[in-house]
């Protein structure tokens, strides 16, 4: 079935960068559009960006101003957000799911918490 | 930006009752809306897409209809695994979540 697991959340600083990774199986990884979605128990849930299957395009949302950044390696089976100019507003549960506009598996999702 | 409103915030309601969520758009997102049910310390999960399409796997007692700016999620008859918070997201423009409306045992 599918699998979706995110990794690399953690502490970091105001003003630094995080990378997160989302490792993928259960189903055929690049046949799929990624995406990463955000929670917060005060702004809910916000989508983040979605790439195509082979990586050359993708979406973000206006929000992000470029600080974030979404990479995939197909032959690993992962997808990457790469953040940058953290701020405690992006203080979230990151999750990776298949899709583009509607996610139809999502991982268990990983805490990022931005705080000095 | 699409702003969905999702009422009413909490609904209590005792298993075997029927659940009725509503969600609404700031402008006509047309088919394009989704469902998906999150319960605590879970990810979402898709229960239906396009408005009225059931996910796979997705029991038959969840239903959704409307287009344009009112949707309804339905859920005929309620079971345990049921109580749990419900969103609603548009692809119209954008990708954007409603709020959520939590549903809880009476």
């Known amino acids: 079935q599918v699998h979706l697991m995110e990794s690399g959340g953690g502490l970091v600083k105001p003003g630094g960068s995080l990378r997160l990774s989302c490792s993928a199986s259960g189903f055929t990884f690049n046949d799929y559009y990624m995406s990463w979605i955000r929670q917060t128990p005060g702004r809910g849930l916000e989508w983040l960006s979605y790439t195509r299957q082979s990586g050359d395009y993708t979406k973000y949302a206006d929000s992000l101003k470029g600080r974030f950044t979404v990479s995939r390696d197909n032959a690993k089976k992962m997808l990457y957000l790469q953040m940058t100019d953290l701020s405690g507003d992006d203080t979230a549960v990151y999750y990776c799911?298949?899709?583009?506009?509607?996610?139809?598996?999502w991982g268990q999702g990983t805490l990022v918490t931005v705080s000095s | 930006e699409i702003v969905l409103t999702q009422s009413p915030a909490t609904l209590s309601l005792s298993p075997g009752a029927r659940a009725t969520l509503s969600c609404r758009a700031s402008?006509?997102?047309?088919?394009?809306l989704a469902w998906y049910q999150q319960k605590p310390g879970q990810a979402p999960r898709l229960l239906m897409s396009d408005a009225s399409t059931r996910a796979a796997g997705i029991p038959a007692r969840f239903s959704g209809s409307g287009s344009g700016t009112d949707f309804t999620l339905t859920i005929s008859s309620l079971e345990p695994e049921d109580f749990a918070v419900y969103y609603c997201q548009q692809r119209y423009i954008w990708l954007t979540f409603g709020g959520g409306t939590k549903v809880e045992i009476k």
């Open positions: 799911a298949r899709g583009d506009t509607t996610a139809d598996s």
């Open positions: 402008q006509s997102v047309g088919s394009f």
